[in-house]
Nanobody
């Protein structure tokens, strides 16, 4: 059974940092792209960042470039999203996902999704 389990969300003040984790299990993800998405209340789910598990190529939305960093730990089968200089507009539920192609910004690319973790940034 494939599982993606996010953790690390919480409440932080503007300018602060959080690190999200996504623990992957149930299959080999070495050929997958691992994406981070977020969804704020009343808004559509939007792409945040992604990493190719093999090779480590990274991709970012313009809104987080320079503030967020995506990485992976092969030994732990875990993907991370380091979020710095957080802003109130970063408040959302953050989801981890796994997909087979490089169309990383499209939700339709992803076969597997985690349950999400809440990130709240206070001003």
């Amino acid at each position: 059974q494939v599982q993606l389990v996010e953790s690390g969300g919480g409440l932080v003040q503007a300018g602060g940092s959080l690190r999200l984790s996504c623990a992957a299990s149930g299959r080999t993800f070495s050929r997958y792209f691992m994406g981070w998405f977020r969804q704020a209340p009343g808004k559509e789910r939007e792409f945040v960042a992604a990493i190719r598990w093999s090779g480590g190529s990274t991709y970012y939305a313009d809104s987080v470039k320079g503030r967020f960093t995506v990485s992976r730990d092969n030994a732990e089968n875990t993907v991370y999203l380091q979020m710095n200089s957080l802003k109130p507009e970063d408040t959302a539920v953050y989801y981890c996902a796994a997909g087979p192609t490089a169309i990383v910004a499209a939700t339709s690319n992803y076969d597997y999704w985690g349950q999400g973790t809440q990130v709240t940034v206070s001003s």
